[in-house]
């Protein structure tokens, strides 16, 4: 594999996105066969974590919906080949006239406040509409990952169900789904079932619902002796309990998640190069091709992607400050034991599909890297690299 991963680097230049379609396949897998015993899953896979419309073709193949958090990604997810009813929009703090144009297209709306609520409703009571309700469960303590808390910005809190009954039935707008997102975090199993009963318990206040989505959180770990999330044990349990709430609603109701992470993360991977090794008086900084312009999470969340030096895998070990080329403080890894680096070696950032190509930006006016897709024994170029054509696109250049 190593081998196979510096060809593409050679052959498509460095810094590049490489997927494994095979990975991405088995997790979809994975997550239908854990919730078996349901009569009716949809996962819709959050667009968000990896956008490229080759891979939301793949997941379209697979039989996925998507799940979209603006009228863009709507869009990719039509161009992909999706129908619009497999396609559920969930934005947060958009207008009412996106909402609008997302409803002409056709695709599921999620709504997450009640001012908007109230306004749609009014103009559109005949369009179904699904509500984001915020059951303030904390899950994880990362407040930068958690939404379903008090502060949050996002869904509307239980505690203003009263509100939210009054405007469904003064704009008699139709109801027909109800959908929680506590984060990206879910470890707890129980915790997940405690926010999943306030769920149950809101969904008895309507009675067109069709399905209840529970959104995600599921974590993949990223390093070793991070604990993920047992979708197993996920599966039995909220199945079981999914099962019996059908049957008390009296009606078969779909359970629906959006997964993001958990369906892209481990099937991605990112290669740099190393362009200086640097000793300075208190460590050895690793320097690449890259920066928080290709992948932010390090620095944005503190996440630690796994670094494994793919040159050089068997040399001895020794401690590294894996850091940038922009001019700001970019640091992958400090203090990383990794195999003895040399200029020009390749470094393998682990899970690199979720989170990472679609916060890249322009920054420093470097390009956006490459991404392959490996699938079926082929590499597939499914973005070039951009040029300095890119970088000037949009620009004017007025008189001055
Ligand atoms: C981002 C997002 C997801 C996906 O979350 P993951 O942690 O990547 O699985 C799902 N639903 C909504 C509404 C989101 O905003």
């Known amino acids: 594999m190593h ?23 088995n997790q979809y897998n994975r997550l239908t066969n854990a919730f078996s015993k349901l009569k009716h899953l949809k996962l819709n896979y959050a667009v968000k974590a990896l956008s490229n419309i080759s891979i939301l073709k793949l997941f379209n193949c697979l039989g996925s919906g998507l799940d979209t958090v603006s009228i863009q990604e709507v869009q990719l997810g039509l161009k992909a080949g999706f129908k619009p009813e497999d396609i559920i929009y969930t934005p947060n703090g958009v207008s009412l006239k996106e909402i609008e144009i997302a409803a002409k297209l056709g695709v599921q709306i999620n709504i997450d406040n009640l001012s908007i609520l109230e306004q749609f409703g009014t103009k559109h009571p005949k369009t179904p509409v699904c509500i984001r309700i915020n059951p303030h469960v904390m899950a994880g303590g990362n407040t930068n990952i958690s939404v379903g808390h008090i502060d949050s910005k996002f869904g509307i809190s239980i505690h203003q169900i009263p509100l939210l009954l009054r405007i469904v039935e003064n704009t008699k707008m139709n109801i027909n789904g109800i959908h929680m997102h506590t984060g990206s975090d879910i470890l707890d199993i129980d915790v997940f079932l405690y926010a999943s009963e306030i769920l149950f318990e809101t969904a008895k206040n309507f009675k067109n619902l069709e399905f209840i989505d529970f959104g ?73 091709d890259s920066g928080f312009n290709h992948l932010i999470r390090p620095m944005l969340y503190g996440s630690q992607h796994q670094i494994i030096n793919i040159s050089n895998p068997n040399g001895r070990e020794r401690f590294y400050s894996v850091v940038g080329y922009i001019c700001e403080t970019d640091t992958f890894a400090n203090n990383r034991r990794i195999n ?22 322009n920054y420093n006016s470097r390009y956006r890297p490459a991404e392959v897709l490996l699938h079926k024994g082929e590499s597939h170029l499914i973005r070039k690299r951009e040029t300095f054509d890119d970088i000037l696109n949009n620009q004017i250049e007025i008189e001055i």
Do not use: W
């Open 340 to 361: 003895e680096i040399n200029e020009g070696d390749i470094l393998c950032f682990k899970n690199a599909g979720a989170y990472c190509y679609s916060m890249a930006s």
């Open 216 to 288: 995600s959180g599921f974590k993949v770990p990223y390093k070793t002796g991070d604990i993920e999330t047992n979708i197993e044990e996920l599966g039995i349990k909220l199945g079981k309990r999914f099962n019996e709430f059908s049957k008390e609603y009296g009606k078969d109701l779909t359970l629906t998640f959006e997964p993001g992470k958990f369906l892209v993360s481990e099937a991605g991977v990112f290669l740099a190069k190393v362009n200086v090794v640097k000793q300075t008086t208190s460590t050895v900084f690793a320097q690449i």
């Open 3 to 25: 081998n196979h991963l510096i060809k593409i680097a050679e052959d498509f230049g460095s810094p590049v996105y490489v997927y494994d379609a095979e990975t991405i396949i």
